[in-house]
């Protein structure tokens, strides 16, 4: 799917660099981005979560309707070279719609966390691109642009993308795959993504308890 | 903001990041000359900045005619009253009522018509409220010739894009990968497909809005349906192939038809020299130009052909303004 992005946005401007940059920045992405289930229901409920950086500890941000307290706390992580960790909801906020997990022995070989920016430093038209599991397809990268610029502190990251269920909990992402929103909902066919500085902010709340 | 081990960031010039800039940038030069219009409930329009002291919008996203708010793209409000609007082209005129500064806005960068090509990437940007300026990206998927909308309007080139149509879209410009305004976009005039209203076009239209507050609808008065000959009947008067015709349903009076003699129950075979088989034949012979011409007709009456002559009258604007999807001509 990327490739064939990549191909299109190639022709767009008659770089055949373009193609090979995207394909590069869906590597990195996919690094950062995990697929979450619940335990022993691998069909349903697949999300997306991403690895962010929290000191040294190995947390995953996501939605909070990805990992629903109907399905208990504990939840399956795996990451793109498809290792599986264990993780627990540290905590859950439904207004938000944000969750944290913390991973419990995570396998060697776990990739480095995300690194995060500010959405309301970008520009409107500005390309961004979402990584995420898109109706079960497994790192999916969809490309498109910035729709609007967030101008409030917890105005919703708006994109001009195609998104899926099952691109909740990933990341929004600019080309340099800085992490700049959780992708959340679709409405009115833009891609709603949650400010990556208000998960953040969450996140370093929730551990300061 | 980050800490721990963040994955390493790659700070080079690149092709797609140049792409990037460079369609950021174009959002933000178009942005300068886009308001946004409250004239209807709850979703505002947006308009573009298209002369000094005139916006253009779209027709049918303004619900009140008077004292209209407008945000500037630097968030401040003004006020600007309707000058006129075109049904047939969805397109509507604002004056402010005291112009703006160029510091404030700027009158769209315009680029020539031969920039409309398939394929060409484009955004639609709109300023759909007060949290400033939104934005599609997209290609121009299909080019064709001058065409008639559902409501009569002449549009010089039909121009349909393929991008997202979001709130704020009618009334908002598109533009080029350099921030040239192409155009204005609309997607009342063909079943939600996002189309834009060429530059060329909006400019007569603009032309004809502030000259005479509305647009000229050249009319004859008649609805029509079309029909079949039998091919008795289409031997005897010589009709050749083409056994079909216009059947005149309904004549208004006082009409230009009335005024020529046309009558219910005739079927015209051929006007302006040419064969007529359905309405839109008919229709596309009445331009704004032809007003006051005079059309030949050649129409079937009791089993005989003959001919008539109808001067092309102009529809009473008041009227065109409310009319609602008629293919009557």
């Known amino acids: 799917m990327s490739t064939a992005l990549a191909a299109r946005f190639g022709s767009f401007v008659g770089h055949l660099s373009v193609a090979a940059e995207l394909e590069t920045l869906a590597t990195k992405l996919s690094l950062v981005t995990v697929r979450i289930s619940s335990h022993g229901t691998r069909v349903d409920g697949v999300g997306a979560g991403i690895l962010w950086p929290l000191d040294d500890r190995l947390s995953v941000v996501t939605n909070a309707h990805v990992v629903p307290s109907a399905r208990g706390s504990g939840f399956l992580v795996e990451s793109v070279a498809g290792r599986v960790a264990n993780a627990r909801v540290v905590a859950r906020d439904r207004e938000l719609d944000l969750a944290l997990l913390a991973l419990s022995e995570p396998p060697d070989e776990w990739p480095t966390p995300a690194s995060i920016g500010d959405a309301r430093t970008l520009r409107a038209g500005e390309i961004v691109v979402a990584l995420g599991h898109p109706l079960g397809v497994d790192g999916a990268m969809s490309v498109g642009v910035l729709h609007a610029v967030p101008n409030a502190d917890e105005s919703l990251v708006r994109a001009d993308i195609r998104l899926a269920p099952g691109n909740s909990g990933g990341p929004l992402a600019t080309l340099d795959g800085t992490v700049v929103g959780v992708n959340s909902m679709i409405a009115g066919g833009l891609g709603i993504a949650i400010p990556a500085h208000v998960a953040d902010r969450f996140a370093r709340e929730v551990l300061s308890r | ?27 933000e030069r178009a942005s300068r000359s886009i308001v946004a219009i409250h004239a209807r409930p709850r979703i505002p329009a947006s308009g573009v900045y298209w002369r000094e002291g005139i916006i253009v919008a779209a027709s049918h996203t303004i619900r009140k005619e008077q004292d209209i708010a407008v945000t500037l793209p630097n968030g401040a409000r003004a006020v600007a009253q309707l000058v006129g609007r075109d049904g047939g082209t969805d397109l509507a005129v604002l004056r402010f009522d005291t112009t703006p500064s160029k510091e404030v806005i700027a009158l769209a960068g315009r680029v020539g018509g031969d920039a409309l090509r398939v394929g060409s990437v484009v955004l639609a940007v709109g300023r759909p409220g007060d949290d400033g300026v939104t934005t599609s990206l ?4 299909a080019v064709a010739d001058k065409w008639r909308t559902w409501s009569g309007g002449e549009i010089d080139r039909f121009v349909r894009l393929d991008l997202s149509v979001y709130d704020g879209f009618s009334g908002g410009a598109l533009v080029d990968a350099d921030g040239g305004v192409l155009g204005v976009n609309c997607s009342a005039l063909a079943r939600g497909t996002p189309l834009t209203i060429p530059n060329t076009t909006v400019d007569r239209v603009v032309d004809a809005l502030l000259t005479r507050g509305h647009v000229a609808r050249a009319y004859l008065g008649v609805a029509m349906q079309p029909v079949r000959l039998t091919k008795a009947l289409a ?4 009709l050749g192939d083409s056994a079909r015709g216009v059947l005149v349903v309904m004549v208004e009076s006082e009409s230009p038809a009335d005024r020529a003699g046309l009558l219910v129950g005739d079927i015209i075979v051929a006007a302006g020299g040419t064969n007529v088989v359905e309405p839109q034949d008919i229709a596309e012979l009445l331009g704004t130009e032809r007003v006051g011409a005079t059309l030949e007709l050649s129409v079937v009456r009791g089993g005989e052909r003959r001919a008539l002559e109808v001067t092309i009258g102009e529809r009473a604007p008041a009227a065109e303004g409310r009319r609602r999807g008629g293919r009557g001509s």
């Open chain 2, 1 to 27: 903001m980050s800490a721990g081990k963040p994955a390493s960031t790659t700070s080079t010039r690149s092709a797609l990041r140049a792409l990037s800039d460079d369609l950021a940038s174009a959002v």
């Open chain 2, 138 to 141: 997209g290609v121009i998927s």
């Open chain 2, 235 to 238: 031997d005897r008067l010589q």
